[in-house]
């Protein structure tokens, strides 16, 4: 993908981020692109479903293999609103999703280079291209207006 098609695709996990906002969650978007082709999208549900692990990335992910028949993310580029966390780069890894690119850095939990760096860990079996900072501004302001709601 190139840098425009990567903004219009970073552009449909921030509408699951938003999404995800409206019922209550934090505005966590993602998305799964095989080439240009859309197979699938997902925003953070964990208060929807009640369930930690329901991030916008695993749910993108199970979505994404369930298009394509089997748990290999081949020739994939994942686009996350915000840096995978340590459960989320797992993820990524056992499906051996060759591209990931997030738009604003976890400096609290993110494990795409942030506080870990489990997508470069030499030890694993698989290390995803990283890309980070694409739209950055816009994932940001979500996730900071969003806690600026909360706060009062």
Same mark, same amino acid.
């Given at each position: 993908m190139d840098a425009g098609n990567l903004n219009a695709a970073m552009e449909v996990a921030i509408e699951e981020a938003r999404k995800a906002e409206g019922h209550g969650d934090v505005p966590i978007g993602a998305a799964v692109f095989r080439g240009e082709e859309l197979l699938s999208?997902?925003?953070n549900? %964990?208060?929807?479903?009640? !369930?930690?692990t329901?991030?916008?990335?695993v749910l993108a992910i199970r979505a994404a293999a369930e298009a394509l028949g089997g748990w290999r993310?081949?020739?994939?580029?994942?686009? @996350?609103t915000l840096e995978p966390c340590a459960m989320c780069a797992g993820a990524i890894v056992l499906a051996r999703i060759p591209t990931v @690119?997030?738009?604003?850095? !976890?400096p609290k939990a993110g494990a795409a280079g942030s506080v870990l760096d489990v997508l470069a860990e030499p030890a694993l079996n698989h290390r995803p291209q990283v890309l980070?900072? @694409? %739209?950055e501004a816009a994932c940001a302001?979500?996730?900071r !207006? *969003? *806690?600026?709601?909360?706060?009062?």
């Open positions: 999208r997902a925003g549900e %964990r208060e929807l479903r009640r !369930d930690p329901a991030h916008a990335e993310l081949p020739g994939t580029t994942l686009l @996350v @690119v997030y738009g604003a850095p !976890d980070a900072g @694409v %739209r302001s979500l996730l !207006d *969003f *806690f600026a709601s909360r706060r009062g």
